[in-house]
């Protein structure tokens, strides 16, 4: 099992970034074009503990699904997904905001697994730690330019 870290603070309140990303409708605008990333379920959804989001993506022109389940809802301090189907043989994805200086520290840990046994473990080691890299530094751009 991986995990990846990735902190970011905000001059901005608590309530306001958890608000943001507690509309699944949002995660299009700070997902990178090159997945073609949509979610499928209609929306608008009301968010809390065993909500289920379906979404579909694309990577190397392959089409997926991805279903996830928020596990734990804790507005506005902490809200947990599990992917329930989807790419990976475990996808847990812990997000935290905490009040920080007059402002906000968001925290995502991601724990994951990749598919496969020893062939996905070098995948994840070869591409998918570097892919996660670059869809959470898309994520952490567009986010520093829409809360300045």
Known sequence: MAVLVREQAFPRRREELFAFFADPSNLEAITPPWLNFRI??????????????????????VPFGWRTRI???????????????????????LHEFEERDGGTLMRDTVRYAVPCGPLG????????????????????????????
Do not use: C, N, S
């Open 121 to 148: 473990a070098a995948a994840r080691v070869l591409l998918v730690r570097r892919w996660l890299a670059r869809i959470f530094d898309f994520r952490r751009d567009v986010l520093a330019d829409r809360y300045r």
């Open 40 to 61: 499928v379920t209609p929306m608008p959804v009301q968010m809390g503990a065993g909500t289920l989001l379906d979404y579909r993506l694309r990577l190397f022109k």
């Open 71 to 93: 596990e734990a809802w804790d507005p506005p301090r902490r809200f947990r997904d599990v992917q329930i189907e989807g790419p990976y043989a475990t996808w847990d994805h």
